[in-house]
């Protein structure tokens, strides 16, 4: 971590219900929130994955969309002041619509991050309303440098990669995952397989993963909850309940990252030169 950041961090997981299509209702929440966090003397709050719309957009008439700039978002910024926020939003970019999280600090916008990897099977349609994003970067905040990896973009293990490499040391994930009768999985095995992928992410690039999942009900779907922080060695640390909102306080000790990192090297050779090769083999379709 380099000079003059800070090593402590303590971060507020927000597991909020989400009101469908009214962005000044899911604000309201959000400022609440964001005071309680400071209340616990929290440094960052982290939202869910479109917390200022909520998920079922198919459902919505009215356009929810905000530009990075919109009064709603700068409102929150200025609101939240001192305190790191990641909110999630339907972003109206200059041509396309994105499923956007976005992080404030110091009263301002720092980073966009667009989902880059939509679902679209079952009661998943987000290809009919957004378009993916084209980048992932990591980006510095006041305690060193995170990354956004928003739901479905978590499951993309060169995402994560990428992000640890450009000197990320901690994952956020905000994310809308339910329990949808049409994926044919056992609801056990999603939050199950939610933890597992944590974990594998956490340990192996030896990094902070701070994942953030909605609760309430959708157009018959189920958002579970379980928003959980993994530390460097794969150890859950801090735990949300599972399916009611909450707000939950966990303390990370980001000098840890540096310690895992030099007991177990896994991360110290990215080879980049190796896999920008057989990525162009593969994407010129040679043998």
Same mark, same amino acid.
């Not at 679902?119 to 957004?130: I, L, N, Q, S, W």
């Given at each position: 971590?380099?000079?003059?950041?800070?090593?402590?961090?303590?971060?507020?997981?927000?597991?909020?219900?989400?009101?469908?299509?009214?962005?000044?209702?899911?604000?309201?929440?959000?400022?609440?929130?964001?005071?309680?966090?400071?209340?616990?003397?929290?440094?960052?709050?982290?939202?869910?994955?479109?917390?200022?719309?909520?998920?079922?957009?198919?459902?919505?008439?009215?356009?929810?969309?905000?530009?990075?700039?919109?009064?709603?978002?700068?409102?929150?910024?200025?609101?939240?002041?001192?305190?790191?926020?990641?909110?999630?939003?339907?972003?109206?970019?200059?041509?396309?619509?994105?499923?956007?999280?976005?992080?404030?600090?110091?009263?301002?916008?720092?980073?966009?991050?667009?989902?880059?990897?939509?679902?679209?099977?079952? *009661?998943?349609?987000?290809?009919?309303?957004?378009?993916?994003?084209?980048?992932?970067?990591?980006?510095?905040?006041?305690?060193?440098?995170?990354?956004?990896?928003?739901?479905?973009?978590? @499951?993309?293990?060169?995402?994560?990669?990428?992000?640890?490499?450009?000197?990320?040391?901690?994952?956020?994930?905000?994310?809308?995952?339910?329990?949808?009768?049409?994926?044919?999985?056992?609801?056990?095995?999603?939050?199950?397989?939610?933890?597992?992928?944590?974990?594998?992410?956490?340990?192996?690039?030896?990094?902070?993963?701070?994942?953030?999942?909605?609760?309430?009900?959708?157009?018959?779907?189920?958002? @579970?909850?379980?928003?959980?922080?993994?530390?460097? @060695?794969? *150890?859950?640390?801090?735990?949300?309940? *599972?399916?009611?909102?909450?707000?939950?306080?966990?303390?990370?000790?980001?000098?840890?990252?540096?310690?895992?990192?030099?007991?177990?090297?896994?991360?110290?050779?990215?080879?980049?030169?190796?896999?920008?090769?057989?990525?162009?083999?593969?994407?010129?379709?040679?043998?």
């Amino acid at each position: 971590m380099s000079a003059g950041h800070e090593q402590l961090l303590r971060v507020a997981l927000a597991q909020v219900d989400c009101a469908l299509g009214d962005v000044e209702e899911n604000a309201r929440r959000a400022r609440a929130a964001i005071e309680e966090a400071r209340a616990g003397g929290a440094n960052m709050i982290i939202f869910p994955e479109l917390s200022l719309t909520g998920y079922a957009l198919g459902a919505v008439r009215d356009d929810v969309a905000l530009r990075t700039d919109d009064p709603t978002i700068t409102a929150l910024a200025a609101a939240a002041n001192d305190l790191g926020v990641v909110l999630g939003f339907v972003e109206d970019g200059p041509v396309h619509t994105y499923n956007s999280a976005i992080y404030l600090e110091g009263g301002s916008a720092v980073h966009v991050q667009r989902k880059a990897y939509l679902p679209t099977y079952g *009661r998943f349609e987000e290809h009919k309303h957004f378009s993916p994003g084209q980048t992932l970067r990591a980006f510095d905040s006041r305690w060193g440098r995170a990354a956004l990896l928003i739901c479905n973009d978590a @499951w993309q293990a060169p995402l994560t990669f990428l992000a640890v490499h450009d000197g990320a040391r901690i994952l956020i994930v905000p994310s809308c995952s339910s329990l949808a009768p049409e994926a044919g999985t056992d609801p056990a095995l999603i939050e199950s397989d939610w933890r597992d992928l944590c974990r594998f992410h956490a340990r192996f690039l030896q990094t902070y993963v701070i994942f953030v999942n909605r609760v309430g009900e959708e157009a018959g779907v189920t958002f @579970w909850g379980g928003s959980h922080v993994v530390d460097p @060695w794969g *150890r859950v640390v801090a735990e949300a309940p *599972r399916g009611e909102p909450a707000l939950v306080l966990a303390d990370l000790d980001l000098a840890a990252v540096r310690q895992a990192r030099r007991q177990l090297p896994l991360v110290k050779e990215a080879r980049l030169d190796l896999l920008i090769r057989e990525f162009h083999r593969l994407a010129d379709g040679a043998p």
